[in-house]
């Protein structure tokens, strides 16, 4: 199953271009599930490799100020949908130690920047 968060401002076709360069660099190998507490997956974990500059990554300068989004230095948490948004960052999140991975990607629209999880549920 894809799940795709979308940056929120539209983006100038140099970002767009960029992001495309970057289709597959986003720092990581695996990630973990993020689940609520009803057990539905929301989200996941995505551990990262190597240290990025958020402010000057193709996708994830995007998402600075997004609260779907927690950039931290060995994981990035992403939920997928604003409902749940309130949960990651209150920290009430069950994490679920999947290690799932492949399927990650930086996509774009015309004017969208967005990060893809493919998850094998």
């Not at 289709?23 to 993020?34: I, V």
């Not at 609520?36 to 193709?58: I, N, T």
């Not at 060995?74 to 069950?94: K, R, T, Y």
């Amino acid at each position: 199953m894809k799940h795709v968060i979308w940056s929120r401002k539209a983006c100038g076709a140099a970002d767009l271009a960029s992001a495309v360069e970057a289709e597959n660099q986003l720092g990581g190998t695996f990630y973990d599930y993020l689940r609520d507490a009803s057990g539905d997956v929301v989200g996941v974990d995505y551990y990262l490799d190597e240290e990025v500059a958020f402010d000057r990554h193709p996708a994830y300068r995007h998402f600075l100020e997004d609260s779907r989004v927690v950039l931290g230095q060995q994981s990035v948490q992403i939920v997928f949908s604003e409902h749940d948004a309130q949960l990651l960052q209150s920290g009430v999140l069950i994490r679920d130690t999947t290690q799932d991975f492949g399927g990650e990607c930086v996509v774009a629209t015309t004017d969208r920047i967005g990060i893809e999880f493919s998850l094998s549920l």
